[in-house]
């Protein structure tokens, strides 16, 4: 059992590293806006799960996410980013999809977004908005990301 554990450590850790890497990469000398950022050792389809749509799952693992929402993410994530892999340590559908709206919507990276966030709650979004966009309203954004995130929940339903 114990083996079993450190080898998911392992790779959880060894995944960390290479979105890091991948996310530095993608943003050319200068930084900035949203580059090309793929996944690497997951597929578009994503790691399959068992739990039911929409429903709480611990940090360790990505949410359930339907083809349709799916779909519709990838159109405002990076090419070749996988939602169902970056949906990882937020506890909640809902929140997950307010990140990837906020970030498109303010074109913040969404891997550094996700990164000032502790939780993934929607006060620690607010926080994110406010550490990376300081000329933005963080309550306004998130409250606007919030209503686009059930939207597009809604419809993929």
Known sequence: MNTKKILVLVVGILFAAAIMQAQRGSRGGGGGGQGTMTTPGVGSVGIPSS????????????????DKLTAKLK???????????????FAEL?????????SNNLKVPFGDLKHKMADGSSKEL??????LKPDADPKAET????????QDIKESK
């Open 51 to 66: 739990a039911p749509e929409g429903t709480t799952r611990t940090n360790d693992t990505e949410l359930r996410i339907n």
């Open 94 to 102: 809902k929140d997950f999809v307010t990140t990837v709206h906020a």
């Open 126 to 131: 607010q926080k994110a908005i406010h550490e």
């Open 143 to 150: 409250k606007k990301a919030s209503e686009q995130a059930k």
């Open 75 to 89: 159109t405002l994530l990076p090419e070749g980013s996988d939602p169902h892999y970056l949906s990882k340590g």
